[in-house]
């Protein structure tokens, strides 16, 4: 009579220690092994789920992958390419995309990886052959910075053999793996805020071009928050003057307690508003960009956003995750509310009563 023989256990992986764990790859494999950058609390939480699924590192892959690691950080082997879809090479890049730059270059190095930065412009906005230089340089992942204007890629361009992360919705299709600001949760927060200092009319400003390449997160808060009446998305087209002269009007007309401003136009119709109404104290939360003025502002956590996907593109890689996915995942990055010491006392009635981080710094982008 044959011996049976009890059927050999399926070894659990990272990837299900992950999804019970209700996080990504990459933040199990930094927990277990104590990285710091994972939080204590959370750390304890992974080795417990591990633990329960009895989860066992295999010492063949272990030792595998610290050979790697280490001949690829003294070797410069992985490499990295940070693209950016700019109509010239020499565009000049906007605070918020450079924050996500540096924020990635400087997660790169601590994980040893190269970094190349490339320009579509430099391809003649020729996707497929960008990307047969990306593989020709053996270059084995891509972050996708915002694109200026929402677009779409060549979907016919596979990308297979190379790991891509976008830090933008403004890449339409295809849909890659995503980190982006949590631009409705952060919204919400800065509207429960106002409110809370008895900010009661909240007007909302946001250029038109900015809204459709955001998914439209910010004004879908604003319109939770029953203010639709009280937002003005300023047309693109426009030049920027006209743009000054109807944010102008509308802000006299609306008469907020406080403005929520993305758009540049609102700086530009400062000096107006205050022509008509010198006692005016105007007061304005703005969003990215820095701004002398020294209003309070929204930080979106750009250099995070950087970071977190470098982070995202080593998990990729080391799992071979490559092409255009079947189902993209996004990730959101929470910001922090800001309130900036303006200079003098003009104005100093912005920030009054607002219980945020007090910081030196940007105001609109």
Known sequence: MPRSYPQAKARVGLREVASSANVCVMTVSLALRDNPRISLATRERIKRVAAELGYHPDPELSRLMNHLRGSRTARGRVGVAVVDFYPTANYVENVYNAKIRLGAERRAGELGFSVTTMHAADYGSNLANLVKVIRTRGIEGAMLLPSIVPMELDTSVTWDGVSVVTTSKSILAPRFHCIVPNQFGNTMRVFDTLKASDCRRICAVFD???????GHNFTAAVSWNQQDDLTLIVPQGMESSDRAALVTDWIARHRPDVVFAQSDAVVAAIPRLRKLNPRW??????????????????????????????????????????????????????????RARRPGGAGGSAAKGLAWTERRGPGLR
């Open 208 to 214: 038109e071009l900015f809204d459709e390449r955001t």
């Open 281 to 338: 104290k105007l007061r304005l939360v703005g969003l990215g960009a820095h701004n002398s003025a020294g209003f309070p502002y929204l930080d979106e956590r750009a250099d995070l956003i950087g970071a977190g996907a470098i982070d995202l593109l080593g998990g990729m890689m080391y799992y071979h995750e490559t092409g255009i996915p079947a189902c993209a995942r996004t990730t959101l990055i929470e910001g922090q509310l800001v």
